[in-house]
């Protein structure tokens, strides 16, 4: 038996090894396993010498070789993420109170004739327009039990931090995913007409139609302006379909020789938080929010780029008499009254919202489909 538990012993300390486990996680196998054998052999640490009696089957042994020296912890599922950092505008605020900002979406009269010895006639300009956003706060906080951080052998609060921070970036990307597939947004584009919404799905005419309705986009005073399809967020199915009208020199859904002009005049990106089933695959097109009209805004808080990890400061020391100097404890005992280790991870961003507008800063901006019809 004592050859069993060496043998075990070896090899849980030759994995966490390879798992490069800290020093102490190693003394700590040596130490369990040290003590079993101690038992076995009658030998106590309180100068006894009683001997623990056992009554062992084989299936005993295959439990302790499964689940004790082959147990491993393997990586859980890498989540699909979007890059939504093109679609948006960004701006930063200096503190958690509304800003406003002016949209100058207009020129001035253009020229007339003057005859001879004439006056010009007057002219206007055109007010801009108004808008205010402001951020919040968002986070989310998680307790640990000191002695579930000391007994865990597996690493599995390892990462926990990269979890949390991944978390952090998750609902980040939902709440951008949301300010264009929110029921407010859609309802404004549908609004709008023919322009800027359609029931088609996906296929290389209705980009062309899409890029076509960006190129007849008017200011208030009725201008053309510069509104170019730059952007394609699809719904995760629509993967294979964006690819191929990518990859094809000639249109995919003709059997004719016509020549694919949109196979590189946009990017494609995949908004994972697309609600949809097939064949009803929702897609969205976008221009480039700093080239043309900026569709959407995420407003970050200055000196707060991304999200921040914190962890609770332990009100405990460390003392040898009650009136002696004390010493502070590693953070990992927690806190005095129960070992509660406490982190917690914050954000801070916002965006428009208005109740017709939706979330578009400028819908002329943005381009949409429910892939409702064929």
């Known amino acids: 038996m ?11 300390k030759t994995q966490l090894s390879d798992q490069k486990a800290s020093p102490q996680r190693m003394q700590e196998a040596e130490d369990k396993f ?5 038992e076995l052999s009658g030998i106590s640490t309180f100068g006894t010498s009683e001997r623990m009696q056992e009554v062992m089957i084989s299936a005993d042994f295959t439990y302790a070789i499964e689940e004790f020296v082959q147990r491993k912890m393997w990586a859980a599922y890498t ?25 100058d979406q207009a020129g001035v009269d253009d020229l007339e004739y003057m005859a001879e010895k004439a006056q010009a ?13 402001q951020v919040f706060p968002w986070g989310k906080q998680y307790d640990f039990s000191h002695q579930a951080l000391v007994n865990d052998d597996l690493g599995y609060f390892d990462d926990m931090t990269t979890k949390m921070g991944r978390a952090a970036r998750r609902s980040l990307e939902k709440f951008v995913s949301r300010m264009y597939t929110n029921a407010t947004s859609i309802a404004r584009l549908t609004g709008l007409g023919a322009l800027y919404w359609t029931t088609g799905r996906l296929t290389t005419a209705r980009i062309s139609a899409a890029r076509m309705a960006f190129n007849q986009r008017l200011d208030i005073r009725s201008e053309r302006v510069n509104a170019d399809l730059r952007y394609i967020v699809y719904h995760t199915g629509l993967a294979d379909t964006v690819a191929q009208i990518q990859a094809s020199e000639l249109v995919p859904e003709l059997a004719t020789n016509a020549a694919n002009t949109i196979r590189s005049s946009f990017v494609g990106i995949k908004d ?8 009803t695959l929702p897609w969205y097109a976008f221009t480039d929010p700093n080239a043309g009209p900026a569709a959407l805004v995420l407003a970050r808080l200055a000196g707060m780029a ?3 990890i914190l962890r609770k400061r332990s009100d405990i020391e460390s003392v040898t008499s009650i009136l002696g100097a004390g010493s502070p404890v590693a953070p990992m005992w927690g806190d005095f009254a129960s070992g509660n280790i406490v982190l917690k991870v914050v954000d801070v961003w916002g965006t428009y919202i208005d109740g017709t507008e939706g979330n578009y800063v400028d819908y002329r901006g943005a381009y949409g489909s429910s892939a409702t019809a064929p």
């Open 306 to 308: 991304g999200p921040m």
């Open 2 to 12: 004592r050859k069993i538990l060496y043998a075990m012993k070896e090899i849980r």
């Open 79 to 103: 989540q699909q993420g979007f890059a939504f950092e093109p679609l948006v505008k960004p701006d930063t605020l200096p503190n958690y109170l509304p800003v406003t900002r002016y949209l």
């Open 121 to 133: 006639r007057p002219g206007y300009v055109s007010d801009a327009t108004k808008r205010q956003w």
């Open 272 to 279: 994972p938080y697309i609600v949809g089933a097939a064949p």
């Open 34 to 38: 040290s003590f079993l054998d101690r």
